[in-house]
């Protein structure tokens, strides 16, 4: 009897150790690319761990992490104005809280918040994040933590991440890390390093757990899909090294998203960036052969000059993009498009501009991410290139290609007007609180009326009216492949 109360005992005290454990509060931010958001979700889990909570309310927040993105300059201004948000509160209402920086800005320039301008606490680069609970004790001790080390193997691959802000529907899955490409605008691979894939059976396992909780979809993501190349582990540049047994196991992208796509029949698949130069035609062919992977590719492409493409170091031509593209719409003609296009790239004449011009309009893409150029320090065309279109012409350019895109898209979505299309219900419209929004397999967003339908569910939209970026309709039942005839 004495040793039953006792355990109770030591039961309670556990259970307030925990409880007292798990009062601290994250408040986690993330801006950029589809991988920081991933990423956050990892950084939650491993302090999860070390009892931290998240809160959305950044004045009860104990420590406070941002995840950054350098991509461009505009992308770094804007963390820089959320550093002096942290420190106006620190100063004003939460004293004792920590402040960290995470991801590209804080690979980027290191040292530079600790030592120049002593407005955080902790810098952790994207291959550093296991570090964090020893970099904290570090700041508990009074002094600055530092890791910015890149790695060779990590993935984050045995970590279950914490999804964050969740619909409970889509979730991203980490399928690689860093990028080999080196293309002369792009920051990349200085701040998330060389290229690595994850072992596909965790990813399996991930993919399986969300399935459980009654996820809906997943995007495979990485800055670089295509390359993927499983291994056994270790960078994608060492793969020649590899033994002969390890190359002849070796997984590449095909055939993981077609175990991912077979082990999880009712799941929908994505996958996110696409590389044109490493995008190969059993990618597309096992697109085709799977349902459940959905009938849109992200096809950043940059120009529409080989010139220019040549400059930037992607390794094709304007004509052998155009091959890649009319495979692709032979193989899988109700295929959605979407490219990144950059403007104002060094020396970029008219001609060249006419050329992007000219490929948007060949390829008929249905969205776009356009940017101008901005010069990133440390890439091969900070270094040896001179930044010499000035930034009205960069933004008249953007503007141009804005334009045609927009024009298109709009064209492109009236091929759905009366036509009924399964979407997978997301979220309440932002617009109107009786409507559901989702998305269909080529990722365009429609919005219909909720009925008695329910987040999660696939159901079959009449669609009523095209906008420019939307398609508003009515369900007209469930959509039956996924109910009834799964593979
Ligand atoms: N891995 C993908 C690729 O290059 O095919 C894209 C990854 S990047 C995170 C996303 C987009 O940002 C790029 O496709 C490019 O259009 C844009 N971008 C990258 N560096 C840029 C720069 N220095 N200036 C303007 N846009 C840039």
């Known amino acids: 009897m004495e040793k039953i109360i006792d355990e109770h ?100 320039l290191k040292s530079k918040f600790l030592e120049e301008e002593k407005i955080v606490d902790l810098v952790v680069g994207p291959d550093a994040y296991k570090d964090i609970p020893n970099l904290l004790s570090e700041v508990e001790e009074g002094r600055d933590a530092v890791n910015v080390i890149l790695s060779k193997e990590e993935t984050y691959g045995d970590i279950s991440p914490v999804r964050l802000q969740t619909n409970g529907v889509t979730a991203f899955v980490s399928i690689t890390r860093g990028c080999d490409n ?55 540049k060492d793969f020649d090294k590899a033994s002969e047994m390890a190359k002849a196991t070796a997984v590449n992208f095909a055939q ?40 849109y590719i992200h096809l950043p492409v940059q120009s529409g000059s080989d010139r220019i493409l040549k400059l930037m170091n992607r390794q094709h031509t304007v004509a052998e993009y155009k091959t890649l593209i009319d495979n692709i719409k032979n193989l899988i003609p109700d295929i ?26 060949y390829v008929k893409y249905d969205y776009g991410f356009m940017f101008y150029y901005s010069e990133r320090p440390g890439t091969l065309a900070e270094r040896k290139m001179e ?7 960069k933004k008249r350019r953007l503007q141009d290609v804005i334009d045609l895109q927009r024009e298109i898209s709009r064209k492109n979505l ?31 967003v429609a919005v219909f009326p909720k009925g008695d339908y329910k987040v999660g569910e696939f159901v079959n939209v009449k669609v009523n009216e095209c906008t420019t970026g ?18």
């Open 256 to 295: 993981l998203m077609d175990m991912v796509a077979r082990a999880q029949p009712k799941m929908r698949i994505r996958f996110s960036t696409s590389n044109p130069q490493d995008m190969t035609l059993d990618v597309i062919e096992v697109m085709a052969s799977h349902k459940n992977i959905c009938n």
């Open 336 to 361: 959605g498009i979407s490219q990144d296009m950059i403007t104002g790239f060094p020396t970029e004449t008219e001609e060249d501009h006419q050329g992007t011009l000219d490929l948007i309009d």
């Open 414 to 444: 009236l091929r759905y007007q009366d036509q009924t299309i399964e979407v997978l219900i997301e979220k309440e419209s932002k617009k109107n609180k009786d409507e559901w929004s989702g998305r269909n397999d080529q990722n365009v």
């Open 182 to 236: 080196m293309c002369t605008f792009c920051v990349v691979p200085f701040t998330r390093g060389r290229e690595r894939s994850r072992d596909p059976q965790s990813i399996l396992e991930e993919v399986q757990d969300l399935a459980n909780r009654g996820f809906k979809e997943i995007t495979l993501l990485g800055q670089n899909v295509d390359s993927y190349l499983w291994y056994g582990g270790g960078l994608k």
């Open 9 to 108: 005992k030591q039961g309670e005290a556990l259970t307030l150790e925990r409880k007292l454990e798990n009062s601290k509060k994250l408040f986690i931010e993330s801006y950029g690319c589809q991988m920081n958001f991933a990423d956050s979700e990892v950084v939650a889990s491993i302090l999860a761990n070390e009892g931290y909570n998240t809160t959305q309310n950044l004045e009860e927040a104990d420590l406070v992490l941002v995840n950054t993105c350098s991509i461009r300059e505009k992308a770094e201004v804007t963390v820089r104005k959320r550093l002096e948000k942290y420190q106006a509160v620190k100063r004003k209402r939460n004293p004792t809280m920590k402040v960290g920086v995470l991801g590209c800005m804080a690979e980027r």
């Open 387 to 393: 930044d010499d279109i000035p930034l009205e012409i």
């Open 470 to 487: 939307t398609l508003i309709g009515e369900a007209v039942g469930y959509a039956d492949y996924w109910y009834n005839n799964v593979d």
